[in-house]
């Protein structure tokens, strides 16, 4: 069977949060963009006295998101000065706020045109390609800007998000690679390299990524782990044991490289070894359970399907490592319990059971098949025992409701036992079930003295299905 994928424990190092790079480069902008700086020399003519009102004008109306006063106080702006750059910047910003990226392109270039060496206009060009889903006008305009800020892994990063809407997978791995001269190696860099090695179907430079962050980290064992398990999923386990080889030299123990063996020797057709790393992996009490509970339930299913005495002890073993190595949760007391019922051991089903509950008690699959033991132990006190506890957490649980109806009816409380299957009859539609909770209620009817009740009851149980010669001995009978 397939197990689990696994965790790798590795190094992290990470960039600086994207966002908080926008926000500095915002805050930057506010403070040498041409909307805060003028690049104008002051005049005292009343032209420019003029012009320079019209623009704050502008700038109110904007910010005021009064974007057609706005446009037309720039374009009066323009009018009297052509080379006012930071007026066709504004009238890109306006074209944008309404999804005009036509528009807000052209006023860009041509405040670009005025003013070549401006930064924030050449970035901003590059975001309005991108909205236009022009990846490859952004990719001309980040190139260009790479080279001037070459150390600035943003500008690299947004250069390889447009390679990689162009598809151009190779030229998104160079780019990479160029951010890791800046930041160093980085592992989710190198995942994502990884992922496109192999979309590329080139396994070997997938992993060789990994072995580039061995050769600087020779003791981190998840990259091992990695390599090899990138062999190991494209069919290659000749490729892969090496690295496994070298993990566990590393640490035998370790939990995600006994998962990974464990797939590695049933890739192998070796089944012993493969559940002997298996145990290993999930008698380590740093493996979260969720990465057991799926393997697990593997197991528990085929020991269900097929009951043979190899599949049930193996899936019993599995179990108890599991409960030993998270003794607070649930998944492996349940599994033995159930193990140990199916092989009709309820003594100690009943006892896993009890742990259970006494992890948690509002599981109502695990009170069904406690019932279930216990009818089977014919432990009925025990179960009317538990009315209060059903009433309050499963009032509305018709398998529970019946299990308790059977129990007081054994107990000869046929008052409360018709009322518990009454409640169950409310909750179900099952007709089977229904036939069966009639048959019981018209047995407890029956019990009360309340034949009429009993007849309707037995009836009804007929014509949903059960036709047994007690039934209709029942019925002709008492009519």
Not at 252 to 279: D, G, I, M, Q
């Amino acid at each position: 069977m397939n197990h689990l994928k696994k965790k790798t424990h590795t190094t992290t190092r990470y960039l600086i949060s994207p966002f908080c790079f926008l926000l500095f480069s915002f805050l930057l902008f506010s403070l040498c963009s041409p909307l805060s700086v003028s690049a104008q020399k002051t005049s005292h003519t009343e032209t420019e006295r003029t012009l320079s009102v019209t623009f704050a004008d502008g700038l109110r109306a904007f910010y005021s998101q009064n974007y057609s006063a706005a446009a037309k106080l720039f374009k009066n702006v323009i009018a009297e000065n052509p080379k006012h750059h930071a007026a066709y910047y504004l009238l890109h910003k306006v074209a944008a706020e309404q999804n005009d990226y036509l528009l807000a392109a052209h006023y860009l270039k041509e405040a670009i045109k005025l003013d070549k060496k401006n930064e924030w206009y050449q970035i901003d060009l590059a975001n309005v390609y991108e909205k236009l889903g022009d990846y490859a006008g952004a990719v001309k305009i980040w190139e260009e800007i790479c080279k001037v800020k070459y150390n600035n892994e943003y500008y690299l990063m947004s250069l390889a998000n447009n390679y990689l809407q162009l598809e151009k997978l190779h030229e998104v791995i160079k780019v990479y690679d160029r951010i890791e001269n800046i930041v160093g190696k980085n592992d989710d860099l190198t995942e994502t390299k990884k992922n496109i090695w192999l979309y590329l179907n080139d396994v070997k430079n997938a992993v060789r990524e990994y072995e580039k962050l061995m050769e600087l980290y020779p003791y981190e064992i998840g990259y091992y782990i990695t390599a090899g398990d990138i062999y190991l999923s494209n069919n290659m386990p000749d490729k892969a044991f090496p690295f496994f080889q070298k993990a566990i030299a590393l640490d035998a123990e370790n939990a995600s490289l006994n998962l990974t063996l464990a797939n590695y020797y049933e890739v192998t057709r070796k089944p012993a070894e493969s559940f002997e790393a298996l145990l290993k992996a999930f008698a380590c009490k740093e493996l979260e359970i969720e990465e057991k509970i799926p393997v697990l339930k593997k197991y528990l299913t085929n020991a269900f399907k097929f009951q043979t005495p190899e599949i049930v002890s193996q899936t019993e073993l599995l179990a108890k490592v599991v409960a030993e190595a998270n003794p607070l949760d649930l998944e492996g007391w349940a599994a033995l319990a159930k193990l140990n019922s199916l092989q009709n051991k309820y003594q100690e089903a009943r006892s896993f059971y009890e742990k259970c509950i006494a992890l948690d008690e509002s599981q109502y699959a695990i009170w069904e098949d406690y019932f279930y033991v216990l009818s089977k132990l014919e432990d009925y006190k025990t179960i009317v025992a538990a009315e209060k506890l059903v009433e309050e957490f499963f009032p509305t649980n018709a398998t529970l409701q019946y299990g308790l109806a059977l129990a007081l009816q054994q107990k000869r409380e046929y008052k409360n036992a018709l009322k518990a299957a009454k409640q169950a009859l409310s909750f179900t539609f099952d007709n089977g079930f229904v036939a069966e909770l009639n048959l019981l209620l018209g047995d407890l009817s029956f019990e009360l003295g309340e034949k009429d009740d009993a007849l309707k009851y037995w009836k009804t149980a007929q014509r949903r299905g059960i036709n047994s010669p007690e039934l209709l001995n029942k019925i002709t009978t008492n009519q």
